[in-house]
């Protein structure tokens, strides 16, 4: 069964304080790995696309890798701005192009 | 502005009353996908249209729940007999095509009362 798991379930960090957020997925075949971030009463929104093992994507403060089984989101330096959850969704290559979503990271940067 | 737009933004309904929940797309995106999001999960998959059909209906929990397209634009998702357990935020994307990002709506919050 096609599968998405993120840790840690919260985090909270000191600004500046550098870390990252981990995606583990399984799926029988992987289209594309999506990252999002959600603040509170509002809907996700998009940050990243990764489609193959090895590609990396980078925004400000964020940079997000894949491998064949998991994904990293790595916050460098970061601010209280950044607090909100981070969302990894999958899109296996089996079935219909839905996003199979995790969880989410709850992240809080304090000032 | 020209992300995905959704209305209403909260519903209250009373328990057994039907309703309808609209989404108007980006401009151009032909997929269009359904998620329903409850308080500490991530969003789970209801439905996707490719164009006006219904490509993937798989994640519908029951046959109260029922979505169209039928201009290949604007997507309403309808509840009949809504419940208590049918609380939750809905969410609507769109996408330029299906494997690539899908934008989100702001959601609608439903309560059942």
């Known amino acids: 069964e096609d599968q998405v798991t993120q840790s840690p379930e919260a985090l909270r960090l000191q600004e500046g304080e550098s870390s990252s957020l981990n995606c583990s997925y399984t799926?029988?075949?992987?289209?594309?790995l999506f990252w999002y971030r959600q603040d509170p009463g509002k809907g996700p929104e998009f940050l990243f696309t990764?489609?193959?093992a090895g590609e990396e994507k980078e925004k400000e403060r964020l940079k997000a890798t894949l491998t064949k089984k998991e994904s990293f989101l790595h916050i460098t330096a970061p601010k209280p701005e950044d607090s909100a959850t981070y969302l990894c969704?999958?899109?296996?290559?089996?079935?219909?192009?839905?996003?199979?979503f995790g969880t989410g990271t709850r992240l809080k940067v304090l000032a | 502005g020209a992300g995905v737009s959704q209305t209403p933004s909260n519903k209250v309904t009373e328990k057994g009353k039907y309703v309808e929940l609209r989404c108007d797309p980006i401009?151009?995106?032909?997929?269009l996908y359904w998620y329903r999001q409850s308080l500490g999960q991530g969003p789970e998959f209801l439905i996707y249209?490719?164009?006006?059909?219904?490509?993937?209906d798989s994640g519908l929990p029951n046959d109260r729940f029922f979505a169209v397209r039928p201009e290949g634009s604007v997507s309403t998702l309808k509840i009949q007999r809504t419940e208590r357990g049918d609380s939750a935020v809905y969410l609507c994307?769109?996408?330029?095509?299906?494997?690539?990002?899908?934008?989100f709506g702001q959601g609608t919050r439903l309560t059942v009362v």
């Open positions: 994307a769109s996408s330029t095509s299906p494997n690539t990002e899908a934008f």
């Open positions: 799926v029988s075949g992987l289209r594309g």
């Open positions: 990764l489609y193959s």
């Open positions: 969704a999958v899109q296996p290559t089996s079935g219909t192009y839905k996003y199979i």
């Open positions: 401009s151009g995106h032909t997929a």
């Open positions: 249209f490719q164009g006006t059909g219904a490509a993937d």
